[in-house]
């Protein structure tokens, strides 16, 4: 009876060469070091194997007949694309072994090699191969847990985002994600979140641009009975609701010099204090924050603090704006039909040129203005098939001809100087239209009113926090003595 443990299975692995004895040697190494090994002499007969099951690593000589071991590693990477290649090859043959790296193998080792060269680059290859699969699992358990399906794509923008944000899930690391309105940044928060230790325990999102800075620190923080009017009961703070969880922080640019200290303060000791209390409560949080400006240009504007800067930026993952990730339209746009022809008792299909006039689009908006323009094509549309025609897309995304993108075309103010000959001309985005517009209406309610800001705010038909909050973001300072 043999009382051996028998090794742990560690990687499936496909060996090809067409000397029997070196494929059979290779072989027997490789599974005294615990790995699943099959064997092909020819190429074609290590295709049909890697089309019936799966491997993790192809370790392939690269001198074979009838097919050589380029052509094998083409034709494998068609087959399986995620698969990881070695070239086995002699001393004299570096050239094409180079050239097979820039085909897409991951490595290659010299013949005759030593046992420790060959279990090293195994084991690198096995590994890439496992964080490969790891950030596919990431993206299906993504679209089943969260439905975020705006979040993974294939392009190779979102493959760095999810590999990078893989890495750094299993830690407790801040993490400063960065991107454009609309690009998702919350959901990258929640990904990150679901993916870490922290996952059974609350994920806690605050807008702070969506609160008034009187109630910031409250909402944050917490308040004692009667720290202030209203404050009729102590209350937990967002801190305290995410301890042990993950506490989202979006918009973090648009707080004030003071609250950053406070916050500050916060992550520096890990301990939070209600408003109105002395007393000082240990939290165990960690904490993602998003903003959607050039945070380091707000450091140098001295809008934003360097030290809460460098705090929370200790990670970054940076969320590309689709204009940048065009290869994922076409599936972002058929998961928004879906989900549309769900609530719709008329379901609809996306034409082939519907796709392509949506790919001509640098969308402003983002996946979320693409969120929007399928839903309403997939609202009006008249037949059954979205047409390119169902899709008003806004010229100002697009590349226009100069004729058409001069200001006065535009009929917006002139620009300081002049386009420079030969230039691409591009229009003002709609979100720079809407600011331009915004500005004036606020100017023009202020010239009027003065000082009664709630008499502005009435008459653009908004609260006072949202004219507040609108005055802030397009740097308009109130008239002296202005009251709410």
């Known amino acids: 009876m043999n009382d051996a443990t028998p090794p742990v299975l560690r990687g499936r692995i496909l060996v090809v060469d067409d000397q029997r004895n070196m494929r059979a040697t290779t072989a027997l190494l490789l599974r005294a070091e615990g790995y699943t090994v099959s064997e092909s002499a020819t190429g074609e007969e290590a295709l049909d194997l890697l089309a019936r099951e799966r491997v993790d690593l192809l370790l392939t000589d690269l001198k074979m007949e009838p097919m050589d071991g380029l052509t094998l590693l083409k034709r494998a990477l068609e087959v399986a694309p995620r698969l990881q290649v070695i070239m086995m090859t002699a001393f004299g043959s570096i050239d094409s072994a180079v050239e097979a790296m820039r085909l897409g193998a991951y490595d290659y080792v010299t013949k005759p090699f030593k046992e ?34 705006a979040l993974v794509g294939r392009s190779q923008a979102m493959r760095e985002l999810t590999t990078r944000l893989v890495r750094v899930a299993q830690s407790d690391a801040t993490v400063l994600i960065q991107g454009e309105s609309g690009t998702g940044k919350e959901l990258v928060a929640r990904a990150l979140h679901a993916h870490s230790r922290r996952s059974r325990q609350p994920f806690v999102p605050v807008n702070c641009a969506a609160i008034s800075e009187t109630l910031l620190e409250s909402e944050l923080f917490g308040h004692a009975k009667g720290a202030f009017t209203g404050a009729v009961k102590t209350r937990r703070g967002l801190f305290e609701e995410a301890d042990n969880g993950t506490l ?111 790919m001509t689009y640098r969308f402003p908006g983002n996946v979320r203005e693409l969120e929007n323009l399928v839903e309403q094509a997939a609202a009006l549309a008249e037949g059954d098939e979205l047409l390119p025609e169902d899709f008003p897309l806004r010229p100002q995304g697009r590349v226009l001809p100069a004729a058409n993108t001069s200001p006065d075309a535009m009929g917006l103010p002139p620009t300081d100087g002049a386009r420079p000959s030969g230039a691409e001309a591009t229009g003002p985005t709609l979100a720079e239209v809407v600011e331009e517009a915004e500005r004036r209406a606020i100017v023009q309610a202020l010239e009027r009113h003065g000082v009664d800001l709630a008499r502005v705010a009435g008459e653009l038909g908004v609260s006072s926090t949202t004219l507040w909050r609108k005055m802030k973001r397009l740097n308009l300072r109130p008239p002296a003595g202005a009251r709410e």
């Open 116 to 149: 420790g060269e060959l279990r090293y680059r195994v084991e690198r290859a096995l590994e890439r191969a496992r964080l490969l699969a790891a950030v596919d699992n990431l993206a299906t358990e993504f679209n089943e847990r969260h439905g975020l399906s």
């Open 248 to 358: 989202f922080i979006d918009e973090v640019t648009e707080t004030s010099p003071t609250f950053q200290s406070k916050l500050l303060r916060t992550l520096q000791d890990g301990e939070v204090r209600r408003v109105g209390e002395s007393t000082a409560l240990r939290v165990d949080v960690r904490i993602a924050a998003a903003t959607n400006r050039d945070i380091e240009l707000e450091v140098k504007e001295k809008r934003f603090r360097q030290d809460l800067y460098y705090r929370l930026n200790v990670v970054q993952l940076r969320v590309p704006p689709l204009r940048e990730r065009l290869d994922d339209v076409p599936a972002l746009a058929e998961h928004f039909l879906a989900r549309a022809n769900e609530r719709s008792p008329r379901p609809r299909r996306l034409s082939a040129t519907a796709v392509e006039h949506l």
